[in-house]
């Protein structure tokens, strides 16, 4: 199983990005799929994720009204639409497939993205 990142890169404060995550290997239809954090100095956090089947979404608080996650079935590719970046959105950004809605104790990982933002 391998999931691919794409996307990210530097952009100022108030710009957008959009990450990919393409899966391959197997099919997700039980899981859940999504993104992590890691900024420098700080633990992995959650940021969002989609349920494979259900098409059902989760945020953390900090990224809500901001961020938009979304699946293409079709392609086995999830999306992560990044809106009104901060520089406290400066970070790793790793793809993550799961059974839990929050990527906890994530089986697949994908290689990671830098999200830096900056003016």
């Known amino acids: 199983v391998q999931l691919v990142e794409s996307g990210g890169g530097l952009v100022q404060p108030g710009g957008s990005l959009r990450l990919s995550c393409a899966a391959s290997?197997?099919?997700?239809?039980?899981?859940?799929m999504g993104w992590l954090r890691q900024a420098p100095g700080k633990g992995r956090e959650f940021v969002a994720a989609?349920?494979?089947?259900?098409?059902?979404?989760y945020y953390a608080d900090s990224v809500k009204g901001r961020f938009t996650i979304s699946r293409d079935n079709a392609k086995n590719t999830v999306y992560l639409q990044m809106n009104g970046l901060r520089p406290e959105d400066t970070a790793v950004y790793y793809c993550?497939?799961?059974?839990?809605?929050?990527?906890?104790?994530?089986?697949?990982w994908g290689q990671g993205a830098q999200v830096t933002v900056s003016s």
């Open positions: 290997g197997r099919t997700f239809s039980t899981y859940h």
């Open positions: 993550a497939a799961g059974a839990y809605s929050d990527l906890r104790a994530a089986d697949y």
């Open positions: 989609v349920g494979w089947r259900t098409g059902t979404t």
